[in-house]
């Protein structure tokens, strides 16, 4: 069932889908034996959005949230409730990053890694104003969501974060009022030191990481095939994963692969059926990621 309190976007879902629709949480409730939700709203909704669900007894998977608004209060309340609080951290489910992660974890020498992220922000939704969504709002920035999108892998691979230095600010004419590039020396609780090159300026869709230690090289592009390992020892590339699972739709940037999102939806379901199998991200390892994003802004 969908839930969406505008009447032209219940009645186009209705259409296309064949999806039965309400005008809000308590009416669909009061109608439907529902017992979870999914809640992809603009961040800034989401905090009284999961309340409302818990409220109503369902478990609740929330897209990434950017601000930490109602962190403790719905942590409490689903612990009350006996209800899942699943968090989205898509690239977690990333065939590319889980072996980026395990190969980390493996190494036995210390590592550094450069790692650019940038798509010039009228692209990331050809089909509207940047203006007119969340990436516009200096709270749930563009920069801060593809730091918030990328720190949870990063800081599951290289570690907690123990100190940042950050070189900031405004390349572009757009109408922002943020900064739309950052440069970012990370310092991890492992010994693992990074440069996180993070924008909204790019004009080619950019997502690249160089990984390299005396034992270990790792570079990938963004897509599943550009993962490389380099063979020391016979001083040749390595191609890690092939390119044939990976799922695409089209208006995003070509990197952006759709499995990782149904993979999550997958272990959302798995937790409801297993409350005591731990989720790969949580809001309290989330909560940490975005106190460092809040100094990086700051």
């Known amino acids: 069932y969908g839930i969406d309190s505008q009447e032209a976007r219940c009645d186009e879902v209705k259409e296309k889908f064949g999806i039965?629709?309400?005008c809000s949480i308590d009416e669909a409730c009061k109608v439907q034996n529902i017992e979870a939700a999914i809640i992809s709203t603009s961040p800034l909704?989401?905090?009284?959005i999961i309340?409302?669900?818990?409220?109503?007894?369902?478990?609740?998977?929330?897209?990434?949230?950017?601000v930490q608004d109602g962190y403790d209060e719905n942590i409490s309340l689903a612990k009350s409730k006996g209800k899942v609080l699943f968090?989205?951290?898509?690239?977690?489910?990333?065939?590319?990053?889980?072996t980026i992660i395990e190969k980390v974890h493996e190494a036995k020498c210390p590592l550094n890694y450069i790692y650019h992220v940038g798509q010039y922000l009228p692209d990331w939704h050809p089909w509207e104003s940047y203006n007119n969504y969340f990436i516009g709002n200096p709270k749930t920035n563009g920069c801060r969501e593809i730091m918030a999108i990328d720190l949870p892998w990063v800081v599951t691979a290289f570690g907690s974060i123990k100190d940042v230095k950050v070189m900031k600010g405004k390349n572009t004419?757009?109408?922002i009022s943020y900064n739309d590039n950052y440069l970012i020396m990370l310092e991890h609780e492992s010994g693992a030191k990074g440069v996180f090159a993070v924008d909204v300026v790019a004009r080619k869709p950019y997502r690249h990481i160089d990984i390299y230690g005396e034992d270990l090289q790792l570079s990938w592009d963004g897509e599943p095939d550009s993962l490389i390992q380099y063979d020391i020892a016979n001083k040749n590339d390595i191609c890690l994963l092939e390119n044939g699972q990976a799922e695409h739709v089209e208006g995003y940037a070509a990197y952006i692969d759709e499995n990782p999102y149904r993979?999550?939806?997958?272990s959302y379901l798995h937790q409801i059926k297993n409350p005591n199998d731990l989720p790969v991200w949580d809001f309290v390892k989330d909560s940490e990621v975005?106190?460092?994003?809040?100094?990086?802004?700051n």
Do not use: A, G, M, P
């Open 51 to 66: 309340k409302e669900c818990l409220e109503h007894d369902l478990h609740v998977f929330t897209e990434i949230n950017l």
């Open 20 to 22: 039965t629709c309400y």
């Open 45 to 48: 909704s989401h905090n009284s």
């Open 87 to 98: 968090l989205s951290s898509t690239f977690l489910y990333r065939k590319e990053t889980q």
């Open 173 to 175: 004419e757009l109408n």
């Open 263 to 266: 993979e999550e939806l997958k």
């Open 290 to 297: 975005l106190r460092w994003i809040d100094i990086i802004e």
